[in-house]
């Protein structure tokens, strides 16, 4: 068992680095739950939560073989996440405007596309399933324990993220200057995602 978890032991490290950093997922949960609170952001957690696990199981089953030998994809999937993400977050550009408030509010089916199309989320992705990996030999560790890992990470981490966007939203209130920074910092965050993927 102790040979198993010494095993384990740097791929927890590197998703523990990976998810609990920021990104461009972590930056729009920070600023859902700035503009919106934690309670009306759970539906977005959950769609981010379940894309993850979809694209988790996807690269079980040998996606990360086929991006590796067609890269072109990734750069394909990169472009279309700058695009989606830019939109995501400007989606809250009058997140401050009480009449016009729930217009902003993104749900299940917004963050369920953010990590299939995040460049940051592919690169984890296939670092995890190629270099952690290598020496796993049984089938639970490669379709179970991966996935799992990431999922728990999430759980912990995406709810942190948010709960600190909506506290500094408690604390100090989210007027336009505020929320205008939050978004220009996600967007920054996505285009530099693409800068580094590339």
Not at 38 to 44: A, D, G, M, R, V
Not at 99 to 122: A, D, Q
Not at 152 to 170: A, E, M, P
């Amino acid at each position: 068992m102790y040979e198993n978890f010494s095993q384990y032991f740097p791929l927890w490290i590197f998703i523990l680095l990976m998810v609990s950093t920021p990104g461009p997922a972590n930056l729009l949960l920070f600023s859902s739950g700035a503009q919106n609170g934690f309670i009306k952001t759970i539906p977005f957690i959950s769609g981010l939560v379940s894309g993850k696990l979809f694209l988790n199981i996807l690269f079980s089953l040998g996606l990360g073989i086929i991006v590796r030998d067609y890269s072109i994809l990734l750069k394909i999937f990169t472009y279309i996440s700058v695009i989606y993400m830019i939109w995501l977050s400007l989606r809250g550009w009058n997140a401050h405007k009480k009449e016009i408030h729930n217009e902003s509010i993104l749900g299940y089916k917004e963050g369920f596309f953010v990590h299939p199309l995040s460049p940051k989320t592919w690169a984890m992705c296939l670092i995890a399933f190629s270099k952690f990996t290598e020496d796993f030999s049984g089938i639970f560790e490669i379709y179970f324990l991966v996935p799992i890992s990431f999922l728990v990470s999430q759980i912990i981490f995406h709810n942190l993220w948010c709960l600190i966007g909506d506290s500094i939203n408690k604390t100090i209130g989210l007027n336009s200057y505020l929320n205008r920074i939050l978004i220009f910092i996600t967007i920054g965050t996505v285009v530099w995602a693409l800068l580094f993927v590339n």
